[in-house]
């Protein structure tokens, strides 16, 4: 088996994995200024992991030829994969920062097949099969296996529970894992703990006449902040792109934990529309609101934090991680941050809780001893090299792939 890594090595975004000459996996892009996407490609099939930006942003660029490869994933990554396509046209469309055209995301969609976990289809000469990774909603491990070689693509996962999804317990036998390692040097605090220093700190502020903006990626993390609020009875508003996704999981329930508590966590939170000047109310609502940009580069949050930030009571309640150079990370680093084009200082407090939905070092490490005698190609990360080298002072066979590398295993 050849394996061709296109991009996604040595870095967070713009994954993509070609198999054999044929078989895509993933193909991404990274929102940095201007955004980068993997090498070119023209596969014979296509399979997506999950619904993140920087796992299928720039599928429909696969289109804007004359081929029409099948594209495969679970019904929510198909969801996913056409709003963050149709956001990013919005955003770019018409500009060089957008490799596609709104007929290219209409030919995604003509063709699209859906697959559940554990049901085998064929692509390109390949068996493939999904497995719940525990990440977002539809996420999955992709089993690939071309009759001699099984690849096991991890795509990004978590190995620890959360509101909104199940860890993953999947580990089917393979001869060559691709692991993410987004958080390789990382040890999470224990999600209940996280959680209730969260809710303490939301519910102070509340307490106290505040008003908590919660800045949060659209795509679970969003959903995950709902849940939390719902079962604390905190207070919530949700706007943003994360309005349109949450009512779309409505129509999946088997693909999040428990359907029950989510609906619960939907009827509880009030969702903004942004007519009528409805965030100019909201900020004095003493409520939390759950919004997008997660990393303030956009979106709702840049009419809630100018209107809290002169206010010490008020908070900033940071979820996710922070790019360097992100408008999030310069606030939690400066106490300010261009919002709108203008530097603002925020006198508001701000904090930064670990929500993530990866896998930390103990959990990669955890997954990886069903693997001993695997090969392990890591990959999604900003230490591939390093992380690599320690799995191989563990003694597995473990390397790094760089950016157009050909590995045959």
Not at 135 to 154: E, F, K, N, Q, W
Not at 355 to 365: E, M, Q, V
Request: charge should be negative; hydrophobic fraction near 35%.
């Amino acid at each position: 088996m050849d394996i061709r890594f296109l991009g996604g090595v040595g870095e967070v975004g713009r994954s993509a994995i070609l198999v054999n000459d044929r078989l895509l996996l993933d193909y991404g892009m990274k929102t940095e200024n201007p955004p980068q996407f993997p090498l070119d490609v023209d596969p014979e099939g296509v399979v997506v992991s999950h619904g993140h930006l920087d796992h299928v942003g720039a599928i429909p660029s696969i289109l804007s030829g004359d081929a029409r490869p099948p594209i495969h994933w679970t019904p929510p990554t198909r969801e996913f994969a056409l709003t963050l396509a149709r956001d990013t046209l919005k955003l770019h469309g018409g500009t060089l920062q957008c490799p596609f055209t709104e007929t290219d995301v209409q030919r995604v969609t003509q063709v699209s097949r859906t697959h559940g976990y554990r049901e085998p289809f064929a692509v390109a000469g390949h068996e493939v099969t999904f497995y719940n990774a525990g990440h977002i909603p539809g996420s999955a491990h992709v089993l690939v296996d071309d009759g001699d070689t099984r690849l096991l693509y991890t795509g990004d996962f978590h190995t620890d529970a959360q509101q909104l999804v199940s860890p993953t317990t999947e580990r089917p036998p393979a001869d060559v894992v691709i692991c993410e390692s987004t958080y390789s040097d990382v040890d999470h605090d224990p999600r209940d703990a996280v959680e209730d220093r969260f809710v303490e700190s939301v519910e102070t502020t509340l307490w106290e006449g505040g008003t908590v903006v919660v800045p949060a990626f659209a795509i679970g993390r969003t959903q995950e902040l709902m849940l939390v609020c719902a079962a604390h009875d905190i207070p919530c508003y949700v706007d943003g792109m994360g309005t349109d996704v949450t009512e779309m999981l409505r129509r999946y329930p088997d693909y999040v934990r428990d359907s029950d508590d989510f609906r619960r966590a939907v009827s509880h939170a009030r969702f903004v529309t942004g007519r009528d000047g409805q965030r100019k109310r909201i900020v004095d609502q003493r409520a939390a609101i759950i919004t997008t940009s997660g990393m303030l580069s956009g979106g709702p949050a840049m009419t809630y934090i100018p209107e809290i930030r002169a206010n010490p009571t008020n908070k900033i309640t940071m979820t996710g991680y922070q790019v360097e150079g992100s408008p999030g990370r310069d606030l939690l680093e400066t106490g300010s941050a261009e919002l709108d084009g203008r530097i603002m200082p925020v006198s508001a407090q701000v904090e930064q809780y670990d929500f993530s939905a990866h896998a930390d070092r103990a959990g990669l490490l955890e997954f990886l001893t069903s693997y001993p005698d695997s090969e392990v190609l890591v990959n999604h990360g900003d230490r591939c090299d390093a992380f690599a080298a320690e799995l191989r002072e563990d003694g597995f066979d473990s390397s790094a792939p760089e950016l157009g590398e050909t590995v045959t295993v």
